[in-house]
């Protein structure tokens, strides 16, 4: 596609539950990463996907986050047992390559999850 | 990652031209300087990046010290859309690396 698809846009669950977030990045971008913003505050790194394995995971905050990106391009992001401070917005951008600063990144507009 | 500092805010009016200063004392040779920008209820936004030499597009123009240690994102002609909060980032070459965003400068343009 055009740009980075983010779906849904706004998630309301109730606390405890289990959500899937999915990105669908621009088509040939091998990178893949995951971000979550909180009101007033910069993007916070979440995980990077090379392809279908995950090069860096140390943004994670806890086991009940977990990320696949089985076919090297669409990604889920999960969360078990929601808490009301997971409340954020997910983010996710891909770019050409993950290795090198020659390369920016494209964002999508990401996923709104509030938790009740 | 090394570290960026910029002012919380700045303010513009609009038609006139906004200069955004970064420091990065601490930058390593192969760090690349990277914009972004987020505009409200938006992704950020890629602006412009460079690593030596002083690069333009057509969004912005980005000016970089002789010894880069800090850069300067500049908007030729601000207008109301360019609004937004503006980061500024060092991602190094070479390497599987992120992106680290800070807090950034907030821009207000006013008429």
């Known amino acids: 596609g055009a740009g980075v698809s983010q779906t849904p846009s706004n998630k309301v669950t109730e606390k405890g539950k289990y959500v899937e977030l999915r990105c669908d990045p621009i088509?040939?971008?091998?990178?893949l990463y995951w971000y979550r913003q909180s009101l007033g505050q910069g993007p916070e790194f979440l995980i990077y996907?090379?392809?279908?394995?995950?090069?860096?995971d140390s943004g994670l905050p806890n086991d009940r986050f977990f990320a696949v990106r089985p076919e090297g391009s669409v990604s889920t992001l999960k969360i078990q047992r929601t808490e009301r401070g997971d409340s954020a917005v997910y983010l996710c951008?891909?770019?050409?390559?993950?290795?090198?600063?020659?390369?920016?990144?494209?964002f999508g507009s990401g996923t709104r999850l509030t938790v009740v | 990652d090394a570290k960026t500092t910029q002012p919380n805010s700045m303010e513009s009016n609009e038609e006139e031209p906004v200069h955004l200063p970064c420091n990065h004392s601490?930058?390593?040779?192969?760090?690349?300087i990277h914009w972004y920008r987020q505009l409200p209820s938006q992704g950020p936004e890629y602006v412009i990046h460079?690593?030596?030499s002083n690069v333009n597009n057509r969004m912005a123009s980005l000016a970089i010290a002789e010894d880069r240690k800090s850069s300067t994102l500049i908007l030729h002609r601000a207008t109301l859309r360019d609004a937004a909060v503006y980061y500024c980032?060092?991602?190094?070459?070479?390497?599987?690396?992120?992106?680290?965003f800070g807090t950034g400068t907030r821009l207000q343009v006013t008429l």
């Open positions: 951008a891909s770019s050409p390559n993950g290795a090198g600063g020659n390369y920016g990144y494209t």
């Open positions: 088509s040939g971008h091998t990178a």
């Open positions: 996907f090379q392809g279908t394995g995950a090069a860096d």
């Open positions: 601490t930058i390593s040779g192969t760090d690349y």
């Open positions: 460079g690593l030596t």
């Open positions: 980032i060092l991602r190094a070459t070479g390497t599987a690396s992120k992106l680290t």
